[in-house]
């Protein structure tokens, strides 16, 4: 059975850095890309970034790139969402998901249960 659990959600003012965790199992990273979305109040769910399976290759929304940074760490089974120079407008629920897809296409199987960002201005 396929889990994500993601952590790390938090208050944190603009301008602050904050690091998101989603501890998996139940499949292989050489089997699955991995993905944050987020969704904010009264927002459509998007996309911010995914890590390729296989060679790990990354995928980021214009949103964050330059400010966010996602990572794997095989042996600990967990994926990372650093995020920097944080935004108001990055307030939302963040979700860690398993996309079928090796390259992030965005054939989004799993998602967690979600971790709330709050930015604070």
């Known amino acids: 059975e396929v889990q994500l659990v993601e952590s790390g959600g938090a208050l944190v003012p603009a301008g602050g850095s904050l690091m998101l965790s989603c501890a998996t199992s139940?499949?292989?990273?050489?089997?699955?890309?991995v993905g944050w979305f987020r969704q904010a109040p009264g927002k459509e769910r998007e996309g911010v970034a995914c890590?390729?399976?296989?060679?790990?290759?990354?995928y980021y929304a214009d949103s964050a790139k330059g400010r966010f940074t996602i990572s794997r760490d095989k042996a600990k089974n967990t994926v990372y969402l650093q995020m920097n120079r944080l935004k108001p407008e990055d307030t939302a629920v963040y979700y860690c998901?398993?996309?079928?897809?090796?390259?992030?296409?965005?054939?989004?199987?799993?998602w967690g249960q979600g971790a709330l960002v709050t930015v604070s201005s």
């Open positions: 998901t398993t996309d079928k897809n090796p390259d992030c296409g965005g054939d989004i199987e799993h």
């Open positions: 139940g499949f292989s990273y050489d089997d699955y890309a």
């Open positions: 890590i390729s399976s296989g060679h790990g290759d990354t």
